[in-house]
């Protein structure tokens, strides 16, 4: 089908008049409802009214003070109707089920497996096939001046000029094989064709050929070899295990967090309850006082020397309720339990106690187990190998490149597709071709450059290697020094609290005997309280501690009855081997 002029036209208005209004679709314009959207969220800085968003009016200092003055506060029961029950082995365990980093991390593996698999593919053969029919009406066509020799005195040396007469033509074209390429780096095809060729007018002439060729192409030096074209694919193999590596680490790292929310939501409820006992011992002591001040047992001063100490140690415990809220908030979101929203009013009851026992270890055998069992000297030791591959890899494409050809054909021709393919078989037509060709760079910078920059990647990761060793000894040894430092911490600690708690007693029965004050009786009060904070801090930090020691080594902490094996990362990911 020709096109007239004026589609022709047409079409040249149509593509100037998109050009001109910018046509959207030409240009990859985004949807226009979308852009809007967009803009909106990108061009003003919003606000937020606090008035709008609030449920009720907003009330005053000197409201919520008339309405607590004097009043003793209401404290949330340790152990309400929507706690949940949960220890060490079900914060690991839901953890590795539910945590959403470690989704995130568990796909790497499977992603690069597939890495893989798209590698070891390179060797996969192909099948290939093309089909084609053509048809011709030629008119007269002038062609050469040609010179003729023959034997004939007439023709000899005469010179005529060729003409191809008018004539239609069609031709049809079949070809099918095989390319299978060779972890050699050779290519072998197997090609079948089929050509049938006619001459329709002025007279009719068939033809039909069938030919079968194989050939081989191989690489001599640059390109040649099971090592040199498998290169890719153990490359592949060896990041597959460093990601696995990787993966592994991440899970103790997720895990091990996981561990230290539970111990920080565990030191948090146990401040909380110091916090009460002495919003409850101070408001105790403040009704001792009211009763002997209406005795007259004790002058009127000491009211209000007692309200102070529960004014004072009011704003602790406020303190405390919320440091639980936002400790139990994060042991929440790192388990994403199911049911259980940030904000619901499960209370999760942590009911593996510490373990309080002092460790004495070899240091230097801890420091050899750490250089075992980390996944960072692994995963460098993983590098380090593909780095190996990586120089020889270049080394082998800074070499000249030569490639021995070679090929065998068989042809015949006959009146059928069918007679011609049986024909060709008798071997009475072959061709065969055996070629070298090669290449040789002139300066060969570009390889020889490559290949340093792979002798010094491989360098300065074994530098690395040197200091990253150094690096994980320097962490055993500290944690152990921190772990020491923190039971000596709760050693003295829990010396102060027996000797606070007992002046205490001491001060009080002092108070009701008349030998003390008030603002005294508290002074002491205040110490056996940060006494006992100081023992709680010091136990959550020498749990923590200990899960740093057993991350150091690259391992978890083992807990009586809870990991006496090791603990799967997750179905279809295999620690790197």
Not at 28 to 52: F, K, P, S
Not at 269 to 295: G, I, P, T
Not at 391 to 404: H, S, T, Y
Not at 494 to 517: C, H, M
Request: hydrophobic share 40%; glycine share 6%.
């Amino acid at each position: 089908m020709q096109s007239t002029p004026s589609s022709a036209a047409a079409l040249l208005l149509l593509l100037v008049s998109c050009a001109q209004t910018g046509c959207a679709t030409w240009r990859g314009e985004l949807d226009d409802r979308h852009n809007r959207r967009v803009a909106e969220h990108v061009r003003d800085i919003r606000q937020t009214d606090l008035r709008e968003l609030s449920k009720a009016p907003p009330r005053t200092v000197q409201d919520d003070l008339e309405s607590t003055q004097l009043r003793r506060k209401t404290l949330p029961a340790p152990e309400t109707p929507a706690a949940l029950p949960l220890s060490i082995a079900d914060v690991r365990m839901t953890t590795l089920r539910n945590n959403l980093d470690l989704d995130v991390f568990f796909l790497e593996p499977k992603l690069a497996a597939t890495v893989v698999s798209e590698e070891v593919a390179k060797f996969d053969a192909t099948l290939f096939g093309s089909v084609a029919y053509q048809r011709k009406d030629l008119p007269s066509l002038d062609s050469d001046l040609v010179q003729f020799t023959s034997e004939s005195k007439e023709l000899d040396k005469a010179v005529a000029k060729l003409t191809q007469i008018e004539q239609t033509k069609e031709a049809l074209s079949l070809d099918v094989g095989v390319n299978v390429p060779l972890p050699t780096g050779g290519v072998v095809r197997l090609r079948n064709t089929f050509d049938e060729s006619n001459k329709l007018s002025p007279q009719r002439f068939e033809q039909y050929v069938a030919g079968l060729k194989f050939s081989y192409s191989q690489p001599l030096l640059r390109g040649a070899g099971v090592q040199a074209n498998t290169a890719s694919i153990r490359l592949a193999r060896l990041s597959a295990q460093t990601v696995g590596a990787t993966t592994k680490l991440s899970a103790i790292r997720v895990l091990a967090g996981a561990e230290k929310a539970y111990w920080r939501a565990y030191g948090a409820r146990r401040m909380l309850d110091v916090r009460a006992q002495q919003y409850n011992l101070a408001f105790d002591n403040l009704e001792l006082v009211r009763k002997r001040v209406a005795e007259g047992l004790s002058p009127s001063i000491e009211i209000t020397r007692a309200e102070v100490g529960v004014a004072a140690r009011l704003e602790g415990l406020i303190v405390a309720e919320t440091n639980l809220r936002i400790q139990q908030r994060e042991l929440k979101r790192v388990l994403n339990l199911e049911g259980v929203s940030l904000d619901s009013p499960t209370m999760l009851d942590m009911t593996t106690p510490p373990e309080l026992l002092r460790w004495e270890v070899d240091r230097n055998q801890l420091a050899h187990l750490a250089l075992d069992n980390r996944m960072e000297m692994l995963e460098l030791e993983l590098k380090l190998a593909a780095n190996a591959l990586k120089v020889d890899l270049a080394r082998n494409r800074a070499l000249p490149l030569f490639v021995l050809d070679f090929s065998y054909g068989v042809l015949d021709r006959q009146g059928s597709f069918g007679s011609a393919w049986r024909g060709m078989w008798d071997f009475d037509n072959t061709e065969l071709s055996v070629g070298l060709r090669g290449e040789i760079p002139v300066t060969n910078d570009a390889r020889e450059s490559q290949l340093r920059r792979a002798v010094l990647e491989r360098t300065q990761r074994m530098a690395t290697r040197a200091q990253r060793k150094l690096a994980i000894q320097q962490e055993v040894y500290d944690a152990l020094d921190v772990l020491d430092q923190n039971w000596q911490r709760i050693i003295a600690a829990r010396q102060n609290v027996i000797v606070s708690g007992t002046n205490y007693e001491a001060e009080l029965k002092q108070f009701e005997e008349g030998l003390r004050t008030m603002r005294e009786v508290l002074e002491v009060l205040t110490q056996l309280g940060d006494a006992q904070i100081r023992e709680i801090n010091a136990i959550v930090a020498y749990q923590i501690a200990q899960i740093d020691l057993a991350f150091a080594t690259g391992t978890l902490l083992g807990y009586a009855h809870v990991d006496l094996a090791p603990i799967p990362l997750a179905d279809g990911v295999d620690e790197p081997g």
